[in-house]
């Protein structure tokens, strides 16, 4: 599969060399989402500055959770790939919760956390209906402060974006991506 917009070439201008240095392990290559924007700095700047990776209200694994619900639920190929390749070992997520997260639910006897199910709860509804009833409300504000809150709903909001770029773009995986179960 061809991108619908190449990505840019190197070299690149230095602001985005330098953040792409920051960003990507030692000796690896630039990823084709980020050398795509980085034919415009200022699309650059903007998505880098929005993605919520850095230290925060959530745990590194309430984050990934979180990003592997949304970009399956949208059909991410390319950005679930990425984020299940390089963390989901990291953050201790089973195979068994890996699956769960693209083709699963809450209820599967894999989370056995009740924060785990919870973030999956709470990206099921945004996904559904934009929006978070109030029983679930009251779960989230039991477990999690108001500012974790706040940062989940713009964490699977960023991703539900980056999902409308990769898959806009139709951006194929990455070669070291793991691949989106489907049924």
């Known amino acids: 599969m061809e991108p619908r917009i190449a990505p840019a070439p190197p070299p690149y201008a230095p602001e985005i060399q330098a953040h792409l240095d920051r960003i990507m392990p ?4 630039p990823l084709t989402l980020f050398t795509t924007l980085a034919r415009d700095p200022r699309l650059f700047s ?3 500055g929005g993605g919520l990776l850095d230290k925060g209200h959530l745990t590194m694994r309430q984050r990934e ?37 693209a083709l699963g ?8 956390a009740a924060d785990d199910r919870l973030l999956i709860r ?17 779960a989230l504000s039991d477990v999690f402060s108001p500012e974790a809150i ?14 409308y770029v990769t898959n806009g ?10 691949p989106l179960p489907t049924r």
Request: with cysteine; aromatic share 10%; hydrophobic share 45%.
């Open 169 to 178: 773009l139709r951006l194929p995986p990455e070669p070291f991506g793991a």
């Open 122 to 138: 709470l990206c099921d509804q945004l996904h559904a209906s934009c929006a978070i009833d109030d029983d679930l409300w009251a």
């Open 26 to 29: 030692p000796g690896a290559p």
């Open 65 to 101: 959770i979180v990003i592997d619900r949304v970009t399956a639920q949208c059909g991410s190929v390319y950005e679930w790939g990425v984020h299940v390749a390089f963390f989901a070992s990291r953050v201790q997520l089973t195979d068994e919760q890996v699956a769960s997260l």
């Open 46 to 48: 903007r998505f880098m």
């Open 150 to 163: 706040i940062e989940l709903l713009m964490l699977a909001g960023f991703y539900r974006t980056v999902s």
């Open 105 to 112: 639910g809450p209820a599967d006897p894999c989370w056995t």
